[in-house]
């Protein structure tokens, strides 16, 4: 029979099982860590750790929506040429629009419209994957190379450079590059797509879709609102990502964020999401999302060519899904 | 060796034999320290319940599985295969129970696969290798053109596809697992047919049925089996069914629970003049509390007047009344609002959610009762689901297990569950029964009746009539679409049916 304590324990082991691989590499970055001059770990200096949540948010936050599209049978390939879009639009809306508004107005603008046209652009791509039963990998293709293109030719292919001192783009820069509001907009998101996903009939219902979508169709789930809710949030997702992106950079340059969308989909693999759909969580894809950071960190203090840093790091995403698959409960069929 | 044998009432030397063979998947002891033989030009049946280790013995038989421990000797000689493919090359075929057939290629193509005399070795004449396969259609009973794509035939057909295969092989030794779970009276007498005419030529056939009205026709001898144990072998003649079902469960159990008839009550569902693609004219009425047993043969339109009932399969023609009002079927969620609910013929591909647990399956169809402004309250929802499935005698280890880790027959409950969770005025089941165990069944009968006698309007298909007959008030007897009459069960015989369900008519 159930019990209450046997539940427990399995939610207790669920809950820890994506932090071992955090632990290791976690342990890695100690051990391969250089020393400061005092003989201190540079790698646990809180400015280091804290630099590497910074430089995975941007991915991190895309991870997040890019999970819930996973879980529900899909994928996201148009993420990094939406972040790259948008970073350039709130160029355009912050350096060449000049509107008759408070400067706090005109980037309260800029980003309500940013956030807008990438949960179009996920729309689009949700209501063209299911309605037309197009495949997402060749929907969201069409719209990575779509939405650079689109990128490119609004920005005539020049960086647009942001501005200085009391320019709106220059307090718009100031604003989102801040540490703690990037991380805290990083954690409020993660916590509510955890919560999404364990706690409300929505997320009940991608987790169905995405194991089984016939099964889904004779039990009369909102298949097609469900799915394309998944891209719109993953749209939206990227363009938040854009936001961030172009504030630490100081500039919309729309060649940004190439193959950023494989870094998101390795984060969420190595969390354990399974690309056939239907399972996943919230915790994993953050977990594998600062494997991938400490990773990349330690490899950096540790001044190793940034090509063998690749090398390294398809190593781990096929010993973290080979790890992942071994204890995975066999289905007795 | 015939040289050898002395001469008069003897043994034949077996064809395929098994000492001590022992198999454990994980925690689960499948099969312990087996012995068993299988002789040339006999039908061997194996039965017991779910998870007594019936499949597993054919699997490793068939080279699928490799024994732990112990020995299988094929024509006197120890046998070590490491792929099904090496058995079919020493004469060993196997018609799985799950059929391992792909829907997107063509009939010929699927029976070619794997098939060493078949197989091309570089190119492909489709149009001599349509030639080979057609007769072996024939013989099974499904003579569909062989470049028809596997994927536009049904279930049923999928099935006698799987039988031509083997027949293709000319296999000495053919197990089958469950050949018949998905086939009609009509296709069931064909597949005999063959399995007598194999006999005749010599080859030994084991076959693995939970149907004990055919394992008593076909077998010559039956050998039950418990927990992975061999409970006892027997010559066909010298048992009887209550004794293997006594051996197989370990206690008495009755065949189906002959429900009542009622009086007649008020219509819950009225059907006039149905028509789709696929079925002609259908009218009847449904009352409430009136289990209603749908017969037919194989693509007489069972299962697509459930589907027409949802709107899956669109209507041309008909008006249908649910309750007091007229209704249009519209889809799934729509006819669940109108409280009329289809449990799907194929739990495993349309109906269950393996990797989710069985408490999420159970409540995933009526979810939204269980939920405030789309968020879950878990307590209720629990609570709920338990609840029935303990009144679907489903049993489970523990509710948070992923449904794919349950016999057959308790996956059937918990879908069942589902569906009763949505608390339908109008059930349609298409083929509950199909493919569990005695204990299973006997639990649906008693589920359906029960709910019946709580005011539900049940349409149930069923491809064994016995239990069909026994457990409906009324048989509606369908034929290439048509209605083709509607028997009270009291009068309804099998042989009444069968004339109905291949279009002769009423008996005179």
């Known amino acids: ?77 148009s993420v990094g040429s939406v972040l790259a879009f948008s970073a350039s639009l709130v160029g355009l809306l912050l350096v060449k629009w000049e509107p008759r508004l408070p ?12 956030l807008l046209l990438g949960a179009v652009i996920g729309a689009v791509n949700g209501i063209i994957i299911t309605r037309l039963r197009l495949q997402p990998f060749v929907m969201t293709l069409a719209a990575m190379i779509g939405v650079r293109g689109l990128t490119r030719w609004m920005t005539g292919n020049t960086n647009i450079d942001f501005g200085f001192d009391a320019a709106a783009s220059a307090r718009f820069s100031d604003l989102f590059s801040q540490k703690p509001l990037i991380l805290a907009v990083w954690a409020v998101l993660a916590v509510a797509a ?29 298949i097609r609102m469900a799915r394309t809710a998944t891209y719109v949030a993953c749209g939206a997702a990227a363009a938040l990502a854009g936001l961030v992106h172009a504030a630490r950079s100081h500039q919309g340059n729309p060649n940004d964020g190439v193959a950023y969308e494989l870094d998101v989909i390795a984060a969420v693999v190595i969390g354990g999401t399974a690309l056939s759909g239907g399972q996943g969580t919230i915790l994993g894809t953050v977990t594998g999302t600062l494997i991938l950071g400490v990773l990349t960190n330690v490899l950096r203090l540790r001044m190793v060519d940034s090509n063998v840093e690749l090398m390294i790091k398809a190593v781990i995403i096929i010993v973290a899904v080979w790890v992942q698959r071994r204890d995975r409960p066999s289905i007795n069929s | 060796m015939i040289a050898f044998s002395p001469i008069g009432n003897h043994e034949p030397a077996p064809a395929l034999a098994c000492t001590g063979v022992s198999k454990r998947y994980g925690g689960v ?21 779910n998870g007594a280790g019936k499949s597993t013995l054919a699997r490793i038989c068939a080279g699928i599985a490799r024994p732990d421990s112990g020995e299988i000797r094929r024509g006197g000689c120890a046998v070590a295969w490491s792929g099904s493919d090496e058995a079919r090359r020493d004469g060993v075929g196997i018609i799985l129970q799950e059929l391992d057939l792909f829907a997107n290629l063509t009939v010929a193509e699927n029976i070619a ?56 092989l000319d296999a000495k030794v053919i197990f089958m697992d469950e050949p018949t779970s998905a086939l009609t009276e009509d296709a069931v007498e064909r597949l005999f047919a063959v399995i007598r005419r194999l006999k005749a030529r010599g080859v030994a056939i084991a076959y693995v049925s939970h149907k004990m009205s055919e394992i008593f026709r076909i077998s010559d001898r039956i050998t039950v089996m418990r927990d992975g144990e061999m409970v006892a072998t027997c010559a066909t003649g010298d048992t009887t069914v209550d004794a293997v079902i006594r051996q197989m469960v370990g206690r008495p159990v009755t065949a189906g629970e002959a429900t009542p008839p009622e009086e007649p009550k008020i219509s819950v569902l009225g059907v006039r003049n149905l028509s789709t693609r696929k079925l002609r004219r259908i009218s009847f009425d449904l009352a409430d509390g ?55 013929e194929d739990r495993r591909r349309d109906g269950l959610f393996m990797r989710m647990s069985v408490l999420e399956n159970t409540t995933i169809a009526a979810l939204r009762r269980y939920s405030r402004l789309g968020w879950l309250r878990g307590g209720e929802e629990r609570e709920a689901a338990l609840d029935l499935l303990e009144q679907s ?7 948070d297990l992923p449904v794919g880790a349950l016999s057959g027959g308790n996956q059937q409950k918990v879908l069942l569950s589902k569906w009763l969770l949505t608390f339908p005025k109008v059930l349609f089941l298409d083929d509950p029964t199909r493919g569990i165990d005695v204990g299973a069944k006997d639990d649906i009968y008693r589920l359906i009746a029960r709910l019946a006698r709580d005011g539900v309007g049940i349409l149930w298909v069923s491809s064994e009539l016995p239990e069909l007959i026994a457990n409906s008030h009324r048989i509606m007897v369908l034929h290439e679409g048509g209605l083709q009459g509607i028997l009270e069960s009291a009068e309804a015989t099998q042989e009444s049916v069968m004339r109905l369900a291949t279009g002769h008519g009423p008996a005179p």
């Open chain 1, 194 to 222: 955890h919560l999404v996903l364990s706690r409300t009939v929505f997320g009940r219902y991608l987790r169905a879709i995405g194991e089984n979508e016939k099964a889904a169709a004779f039990t009369g789930l909102p």
């Open chain 2, 113 to 168: 696969l794997g098939n060493p005399a078949l197989e091309a070795r570089r190119w492909v004449s489709f149009d001599a290798l349509s030639r080979a396969v057609a007769p072996r259609l024939e013989e099974a009973g499904i003579p569909v053109d062989p470049t028809t794509p596997l994927g536009e035939l049904g279930v049923s057909q999928w099935q006698l596809v799987a039988i031509a295969r083997v027949l293709s």
């Open chain 2, 393 to 399: 005698r489903t049993l489970f280890a523990d509710a």
């Open chain 1, 1 to 77: 029979m159930s019990t209450a304590a046997g539940r427990g324990l399995r939610g207790a082991h669920q809950f820890t099982r994506p932090f071992i691989g955090l632990i290791l590499v976690v342990a890695l970055g100690v051990f391969l860590s250089p020393r400061g001059a005092g003989g201190g770990i540079i790698f646990l200096s809180g400015g280091n750790l804290t630099d590497i949540l910074l430089q995975q948010g941007e991915i991190g936050i895309m991870a997040l929506a890019m999970t819930l599209v996973v879980i529900a049978g899909g994928i996201d390939l």
């Open chain 1, 103 to 114: 400067t706090g107005a005109q980037i309260a603008a800029a980003v309500a419209a940013v």
């Open chain 2, 290 to 344: 009136e289990i209603m047993g749908v017969a037919g043969l194989v693509a007489s339109g069972r299962s697509e007047l459930g589907r027409a009932l949802l709107g899956l399969s669109p209507l041309t023609g008909g008006e249908l009344t649910l309750a007091d009002g007229t209704y249009l079927p519209r889809g799934v969620r729509h006819a669940m609002r109108s409280l009329l609910a289809l449990v799907p």
């Open chain 2, 29 to 49: 002891q499948a099969l312990s320290g087996v012995d068993w033989e299988l002789l040339p030009g006999e039908v061997h049946a194996l039965c017991g319940e």
